[in-house]
């Protein structure tokens, strides 16, 4: 850095301070230098960038512009530039950015190249890059320092590139069948829409704790209540849970409601949707995960929960009541009941265990408990199950959809059964939430709700390890100083004295 420092010192004794111009204009890309240099061959262009490779040769320089296209190779003549001009290259580092203009050629290797007759420094990178050779490996740095892995990385880079397309492709699909966008609040008087533990805040001048959105659900059925007939979301929830490869206290949903539609017609919507985003992002509906084929094509096949548990298990689920059915049943199977306070979550750990590794293939999950779905309407033939499925690829769960419960009586029993449970242990339960009973009261057509979650979605279109390599600033532990490099780990801090807390 001192080195950096000084040499931007001295191009700004020189009257060349890189941080002084607003703009660069450019004539085009560094990819553009191979994809149409037939046509530049001879011309004049510009193009600027990072400096990311460089190579004295003496009385001449190459070097490697990188921009968000691609890489371009530019040439620096000592005789075309003058003694001055060619001299300041030493002031030029890795990591610099910098604008060239000149005429386009092909070197005797046939590389395409533009052999520099101006140039600017554009920015002083006052921090060398990570080693090139060597690319950046660290994961805790590639999470911390997402720049440096976006640098170091270029299939960084197409990760994210993917996910941008995933979400234009469910803009462009949702708005070709006329849903339109609309936005909720991500701060809320009282959370719900999911069974999910919350983060608290506090506003000062309105003297009341607040919370973020676990979902934005019970906003979207207002909208319904009011008399948007198909709506549609795309933002953060946050939800105050554990860190693994697939969950993240803050990720990204996608939920869509339509009037007048169930169950069937979120199936349709869902694998639809996920073909055409494979299709966008693989070129086909056919790609290999992890070493599986996968298939997205619809239809996909259907599968109903407690005849598959009773099928692999030999358990009936729907026997299952209290927390001390939930827990024998665990026992009788082998499996922990530690954690297990609930016939829900007994039926989840069954799930888990017994199904999700085998569903690899695009199916739907169906016939939930009513225990498990306060939110969703109950089926005609057996009350005891609801109308909602989620969908299964690769043995990942990467949404969840009902037909809408629009009974406001029903609605209000299920909460209070959610308090119950909640008085019981049950920290995930989901609230009462009058002000949303009194929009119910008001009528809410019947109608089918889809969620899908855009990070786990990713995962599975670029093959990503964690849910962490397709969020671009993924939450992480605190540390002292990161600014300037320090590993300090934020409980590493010393004890504040009484009255520095």
């Known amino acids: 850095m001192d080195d950096r420092l000084r040499k931007l010192e001295r191009l700004r004794e020189l009257g060349r301070d890189p941080f002084s111009l607003t703009r660069y204009d450019r004539t085009h890309s560094c990819a553009q230098m191979s994809e149409e240099y037939e046509q530049l061959e001879g011309k004049t262009v510009r193009l600027a960038g990072r400096v990311t490779g460089k190579r004295d040769f003496g009385k001449a320089v190459f070097a490697d512009l990188t921009d968000a296209s691609g890489k371009a190779q530019v040439y620096f003549r000592r005789d075309t530039l003058g003694e001055e001009e060619f001299g300041l290259l030493d002031l030029l580092d890795l990591g ?19 052999q520099v007759a101006k140039y600017q420094i554009l920015a002083k990178a006052l921090r060398p890059l990570p080693e090139k050779w060597h690319s950046l490996k660290d994961v805790e740095t590639r999470y911390r320092r997402r720049y440096l892995d976006l640098m170091a990385n270029p299939e960084v880079r197409q990760v994210f590139l993917a996910r941008s397309t995933i979400i234009q492709t469910i803009r462009e699909f949702m708005a070709g069948r006329g849903f339109i966008e609309v936005e909720t609040p991500i701060l809320q008087p009282l959370y719900g829409g999911a069974l999910a533990r919350p983060f608290i805040t506090h506003h000062n001048v309105l003297e009341a704790d607040l919370y973020l959105r676990v979902a934005p659900e019970l906003y979207l059925k207002r909208l319904l209540v009011g008399g948007f007939e198909k709506i549609f979301e795309i933002g953060h929830v946050f939800r105050n849970e554990g860190v693994s490869t697939r969950h993240s206290p803050e990720y990204t949903l996608f939920e869509a409601y339509e009037a007048y539609a169930d169950l069937s017609d979120m199936m349709e919507l869902t694998e639809s949707l996920v073909a055409e985003a494979t299709v966008k992002v693989k070129g086909d509906s056919r ?17 109903s929960l407690p005849e598959a548990i009773k099928e692999k298990a030999g358990v009936d689920i729907l026997s299952i009541e209290t927390a001390e059915d939930a827990e024998a049943a665990l026992r009788e199977k082998g499996l922990s009941a530690e954690g297990v306070k609930s016939a ?21 999950v169906t016939d939930y408990p009513v225990s498990m779905s306060p939110l969703a309407k109950r089926k005609a033939t057996n009350p005891a199950l609801v109308e ?14 009902f ?28 609230p009462l939430d009058e002000d949303f009973l009194l929009a119910l009261e008001h009528g809410m057509p019947p109608a089918g709700g889809l969620g899908l979650g855009i990070d786990r979605l990713t995962i599975l279109l670029t093959g990503a390890a964690s849910i962490r390599d397709v969020i671009l600033f993924p939450l992480m532990r605190l540390r002292l100083d990161c600014a300037h490099g320090s590993t300090e780990l934020a409980e590493d801090r010393p004890e504040p004295a009484e009255g520095e807390k």
């Open 96 to 114: 610099d950015f910098c604008g060239v203009e000149g005429q386009a050629f092909k070197t005797r290797s046939g590389e395409p190249t533009v």
């Open 388 to 401: 909602r499925f989620e969908p299964f690829i690769a043995g990942e769960e990467i949404g969840n959809a």
């Open 287 to 303: 790609f290999e995960y992890r070493g599986q084929e996968i298939d997205v094509t619809p239809p996909w096949r259907r599968i």
């Open 344 to 364: 829900a979550g007994a039926v989840d750990r069954l799930f888990e265990h017994f199904l999700v590794p085998e569903l690899i293939q695009p199916c739907f």
């Open 403 to 430: 037909s809408e419960l629009n009974d406001p009586l029903d609605q209000r029993g299920r909460f209070e059964a959610q308090v119950r449970a909640r008085a019981e242990g049950e920290a995930e339960a989901h």
